[in-house]
T-cell receptor, first 116, second 114 residues
Framework: GAVVSQHPSRVICKSGTSVKIECRSL??????MFWYRQFPKQSLMLMAT?????????EQGVEKDKFLINHASLTLSTLTVTSAHPEDSSFYIC????????????FGQGTRLTVV | AQKITQTQPGMFVQEKEAVTLDCTYD???????LFWYKQPSSGEMIFLIY??????QNATEGRYSLNFQKARKSANLVISASQLGDSAMYFC???????????FGSGTRLLVRP
């Protein structure tokens, strides 16, 4: 199956700093990528849909100025958590589809962010 | 709006027995897909099985089968011959073909007892 690589897998940052998480499709071109957030022992909550070459579409309640998403190429989407605070600590995971509406979404390994 | 419900926060099963994980959904879109994912403690999401809304037969993938009852809007996952390595979180998810967004249920934690 297709491979999606997410980096870093773990990051600890100080409160007030920004953190960038990368999501790469290694062997296919992903027109659409999705970013999810998962709190401990909870489900994956969709944050935004990232489309190559256009602005991301954010879900209701997600601050777009807080979570900056860039999808500059067909193989790379980035999520930047700006001015991070302890409440932003969470597990962030991306997924990518071969084409819009593809049968299967391929997931990255996830990034565990801890803000201290 | 689409909605996925998993009513079992936790389940136990004896090794080598079968177990059914429940999932119900709600959508007004006639075309949609239903997915099951396994999430071990490492956090990765492992795709298990897919069922399309127009598929006539229930999907099967090895020890996994999906009991699709369209009229009841349920898509239960059946794991046969449980193994210790099946212990993990299991998420049911749905994607409406009109939106491409994959929405997840709250998950069921499965523990397989030796």
């Amino acid at each position: 199956g297709a491979v999606v690589s997410q980096h870093p897998s773990r990051v600890i940052c100080k409160s007030g700093t920004s953190v960038k998480i990368e999501c790469r499709s290694l062997d296919f071109q992903a027109t659409t990528m999705f970013w999810y957030r998962q709190f401990p022992k909870q489900s994956l909550m969709l944050m935004a849909t990232s489309n190559e070459g256009s602005k991301a579409t954010y879900e209701q309640g997600v601050e777009k100025d807080k979570f900056l998403i860039n999808h500059a190429s067909l193989t790379l989407s980035t999520l930047t958590v700006t001015s991070a605070h302890p409440e932003d600590s969470s597990f962030y995971i991306c997924s990518a589809s071969l084409v819009a509406g593809s049968l299967e979404a391929f997931f990255g390994q996830g990034t565990r962010l801890t803000v201290v | 709006a689409q909605k996925i419900t998993q009513t079992q926060p936790g389940m136990f099963v004896q090794e080598k027995e079968a177990v059914t994980l429940d999932c119900t959904y709600d959508t007004s879109d006639p075309s949609y897909g239903l997915f099951w994912y396994k999430q071990p403690s490492s956090g990765e999401m492992i795709f298990l099985i897919y069922q399309g809304s127009y598929d006539q037969q229930n999907a099967t993938e090895g020890r996994y089968s999906l009991n699709f009852q369209k009229a009841r809007k349920s898509a239960n996952l059946v794991i046969s011959a449980s193994q210790l390595g099946d212990s993990a979180m299991y998420f049911c998810a749905m994607r409406e073909d009109s939106s491409y967004k994959l929405i997840f249920g709250s998950g069921t934690r499965l523990l397989v007892r030796p």
